[in-house]
Every structure is written in structure tokens, then in C-alpha cells.
């Protein structure tokens, strides 16, 4: 098991760790790797029944009142994201706004309310998407946009926060074995991108996870602005 810090609060035994997009496949993996650590997880969402507080992440105000209503954060993890198919042609500028802002200005909408509640020590972990580094094969360009944007995030805040002494990093997967990608593909197309990774299999949920965990722990004390590939080597 690996340790989460507790940073600037001494005595207590659980960090305090914000966590969106608990209702996926990866953010469900993070959440029950941090129970099993014994951190205390507080979860934001856009879906009711998930146990947290409820807010439309393209609502800026919306966001922060719920950052503001959990307190004292030690660690945060950014799970959550849209994904969507499509040529420009058949991506309205509406749509393209969207995307940008549950995927992207949520980000940074949440970071900012919640940031100034941390303290040396704590942690900020995003998932991204290799489609920062070139293209979504599978998403539309609003898509490979806000991920290269996150990207952007994490590299610019890490020089912001280091004096901070929070770090922030990102996690790139590649193809997930999750109900959200096999939802953009035949059964066929599957197996294709599953066999152009050197590994042959895709990334299941938890190893994702537990490269977020990795990234939390005091293990991790001097990496902050980078960008992690999880891709079995694709």
C-alpha cells in the first residue's frame, strides 16, 4: 500500500483528498485505491447518487461553492472529462464549447478554489489523454484541444505552485479497457487499436490508479509539471 501524506496537519491519519469523476471506470479505481490507504475522499460530480456534492462543471460559481463546502483539502485528483466523436464538420461551435469547459476551464475553475486551501505537501494529479501529444484517433478535435490544454495546465502551474510546495502532474493514458472507449467502437475496431500496443492488452482502470497514487505519495516528492504516459508502450 502506498502512503498519502497528510500534509500541515499533523496528528491526523487521513489526508483529505477531492476527487472528481468517481463515476468512471479510472475515478472509481482512484477512489477505492484512497479508502484502502484510509484517506478520506471527498467527491465532486456532476451525477447525483455518487455519494458527494453535485455541480455543473461548466458552472464556474457552481464549482467553487462546492469546493468551498468540503474545507481544508490536502490532495486533489481530476478524473473526470467528455468524450466525444466527430470531424469538425459535425462539431458546432456549441459543442466545442462544451467540451472545453467540463474538460478543461473546469479544471482550472476547481484548482482555483481549492488551491488556496492547501499547503506545502499537498498534490494535485489530472488524467489526460495521449491525445495531448498528437491526435484523438477516437475523439473529435474539441477533444484533442482540451486535452492539450490540460497538458498546458499542468506544465505552467508546477512553476507557479513549486514555490507553493505543491507539486501537480499529469497521467496520459492511451486505450483503457472501460465502458466509455468500447462505447466508440465495433468489437473490431477494439481489437485493432488493442493490437498496435506493444503490450497487446489494453490499461486496465486500476493501473492507471495506481500510477495516480504513485504521483500523491511522498514517494513522488520531487516530480511535479510532468506529464506521465500509460500506454503499455504505444
Known sequence: MIEIS???????????????????????????????DGAEVLVLTHLPGQGGAVADFADDDALAAAVAG?????????????????PMADVPP????????????SVYAILHAAVPSMV???????????????????????????????NGLVRHLSAEFGGLGIRI?????????????????????YEFWVSQVPMKRAAEPDEIAKVAM?????????????????????
Not at 72 to 85: K, M, T
Not at 94 to 105: A, H, P
Not at 169 to 189: H, K, Q, S
Not at 214 to 234: E, H, K, M
Open 6 to 36: 497528510v500534509p500541515g496537519r499533523a496528528g491526523s491519519a487521513r489526508a483529505r483528498v477531492l476527487l472528481t469523476g468517481a463515476g468512471g471506470s479510472i475515478g472509481e479505481a482512484v477512489r477505492s485505491r484512497l479508502v484502502e
Open 70 to 86: 468540503f474545507g481544508p483539502i490536502d490532495h486533489v485528483v481530476l478524473a473526470h472529462g467528455l468524450l466525444e466523436q466527430g
Open 94 to 105: 456549441k459543442r466545442w464549447r462544451r467540451m472545453i469547459d467540463v474538460n478543461l476551464n
Open 120 to 150: 506545502a505537501g499537498g498534490s494535485v494529479v489530472i488524467v489526460s489523454s495521449t491525445a495531448a501529444l498528437d491526435r484523438s484517433p477516437g475523439g473529435g478535435p474539441h477533444y484533442t484541444v482540451s486535452k492539450w490544454g490540460l
Open 169 to 189: 502532474n499529469g497521467i496520459m493514458p492511451c486505450l483503457v479497457d472501460n465502458p466509455m472507449g468500447r462505447a466508440f467502437m465495433t468489437a473490431e475496431e
Open 214 to 234: 504513485f504521483l500523491l505519495s511522498d514517494a513522488a516528492s520531487y516530480v511535479t509539471g510532468a506529464n506521465i504516459p500509460v500506454t503499455g508502450g504505444r
